[in-house]
């Protein structure tokens, strides 16, 4: 954390190499050494034309993974529910319809949950010794000296149900016999044709029905089943069980066939794939749009993008009301969405799901933005109100993320569909339009003094809530204001309103001013401005991620520079990133993984590359994104991960799912890593009523790819990286052009002006 990363302007490094950059050039090296031929090629000769298209699941999932490095073992989605495996062999907690989730336990979580069952062999139980997840089931392994037990759990498609095949293996060369034991906190029932092992929870007032093939022997107090298994030398065997969920007072007396499991089985993997298809073909009959395809042949770049859609489409829920439902995470309660998180994705969601957000905004607008964290879908949409009511003066009660996630997801839903009809429809009282501008102004509700130029955004628990000097007047949310009001201010261009938008960009201008007051010159930081008047100087991602998207073109070239300098000297790593640098003043205060200096929430590393993008060091972001990669290797992106291990505080800190502070496994934020390679990568910034261009299609990427099927409006468009920049297309009637409009030649630009002259 010594070595500052020494950059020229335009973003190249000098010919000297520090410390840090040995490191990465070797990193890089090994990464290069791990990659097929055809992808080294590729990433050393960018105009490659053979690219490769979407990924299997299976080439999605994960390897081997050993268990006593993980804080989160593999978890089970269905479109419906999240199970989670226990670090036994057998174990799967489970609660439909309930908040999974119940503590930070010292290693693993602590599960509201289902009884479990358990396992023995010849009267021992063994833990996990490695794993692997794909996004349709979940494996267990552990070796013994002589047999090898591998235990591979999935969800019965959209229904309360675990399936289980375990084999045993003899890895010997003598013949084998062992005794299997399965048992649960419950009694023993027999069917013809099949047994149950019955347990019933009085906390939550539910059964677990676990259902046994493969004609189990049972024991004499009715307990248990086991099974007494023969096998040769090098040879398998298997045993299958199910376990279905329900009312307490509503057991199922049905027994299931060895054919109705066999073809579940195979069911959950089929609805897996085709969905995974349908979420990337125009025209599909389950999305109401679709995700663009990439393709290209750099390695890193391709499994980001796609593990990061796949983030999506494991927490998507079919039971909700909307029915094409992005909860945040699964474990939380039934139906959970975080405003913020799903903002992170907003592009790629108006192209996936144009329908189902459409009506999800409409609800968002209906809340006051002020009130709450969170938004909780149910069964059925909750009734809209006739009129909207807000509090009067300071009343921020919720998260200070609210007004401008609120704000992007209409603002994205506009810009890709171009559905300019949507503005005018009404929401309570008012309409779509009217609740833009309450956003897009809400700041003003949020001073504490009327002479005060910048909003007063609360307390911790409103902002990063671990980070307790992060507080009061900050910048990230104030220069988000200086983005809403200018865009906004373009929308009423469209609808006529031009005087009204001249007053909006005046107050931009002027809150832009307010924010640059918060800089820190010559640090490459910011401060907050407490209540107090105290200034405290703040070393955190978010305000880099904001200020330089947002704000982009009201920042000097040294200012850019020193901010560009300060994340890669003290928040990037290895692999990953710090959220706050250790040098920050709150850091020892702050430690949690998500938000403080030992690790990032999942989508902090993904802004802050699309913030270097924007601020013109293309090289240095683009590096550092595709060394986040490998940070991936349990499966889709999370809450969290963290560095940990005695060389955690290195910048070679091996990195994992976090678990501590009740970070969970999957994350809609993780969306926000494709949404960047949309965005910046491929120049895909859409604005309503606008013809697209793309952003500095004139750069260079230091990337090569293709990404088809891009949405915009009814039409669909190619958009190719290669030496010279980006090239558009129209994929119906086949036309080419290379968009070459500069900057400053539009009106606005991306996330901040283009029209300031400034570079």
Known sequence: MTHPWKLRKNAQFKTTFNRR????????????????A????????????????????DELGTGWLDCSQLAHMPSLHNFHEMAACAPDLVGVNFLPGGQLYKDSGPHWFIYNTLPLCRMSVDGATYDST??????????????????????TNRLVMEEPAILW???????????????????????????????????????????????????PQHDANGTRVEWVLHLPPKESREIRFSMNACAKDNEPQAVMSIPWFESEWVRAKKVWEDRWKDAFTPGNKFFSGNAPT??????????????????????????????RTFITSGERAKGIVYYWDTSLFSTLFAMLEPKGMKEQIKLFLEQDPHESAVIVFKAGRPASPEKIVRSEGWDLRGYAANDLSIFRLTWSYLSVTQDRAFLAETIGDQTVNERLRALATGWKRLLREPSDKLADYGEAPNLLECVPTYIHKVPSFNSANVWMMREYAGILDLTGDHSEAVELRREAEGMAKAVLTLYEPGRGVWVSVHRDGTRVEMRHCYDFATVGRFMAADLSPAIRQQMVEFVQSELLTERWMHAQSLLDVAAANSDRPDHGPMGAYDAWPAVTVDAMCVLGYWENAISFLRRTGVANYEGVYAQAHEFYGPRRREYDAPVRIAQRGGCMRECTGGGAFAETIINRLFGYIPRLGQPLHLFEPQTPRGFAGELSHVRYGSSQFTIQSDRSGLHLRNEVNGNAHVDRMPAHSLSYSVWGRSDSGRI
């Not at 950059?21 to 097929?36: H, K, N, R, T, V």
């Not at 494996?139 to 037990?149: A, C, K, S």
């Not at 034991?181 to 029905?209: C, H, N, P, W, Y």
């Open 165 to 215: 095949r375990v084999r045993f293996r003899n890895t010997s060369e003598t013949e084998k016999t062992i005794r299997i034991s399965i048992e649960t906190d419950g009694v023993l029932r027999e069917f013809i044709g099949g047994v149950q092992l019955v347990a019933k929870s009085q906390e939550f007032a539910m059964t677990a029905v676990y259902q046994v093939f493969d004609s």
């Open 130 to 151: 490695s794993c692997k997840w794909s996004a349709y089931q979940a494996v267990r392994r552990t070796q013994l000296p002589d047999l090898e037990i591998v235990t």
């Open 294 to 323: 990439l393709h290209t042949e750099d390695a890193a770049i391709r499994v980001i993008y796609y593990r990061s859609i796949l983030t999506l489409m494991v927490l998507l829920r079919t039971n909700l009301w909307s029915k």
């Open 21 to 36: 950059q040995f490191c990465e050039a070797g990193a890089s090296a090994i990464a290069m050494a791990f990659l097929p």
């Open 38 to 57: 055809k992808a080294r090629t590729a990433m050393a000769e960018p105009t490659s034309t053979d690219m490769s298209g979407i990924p299997t699941l």
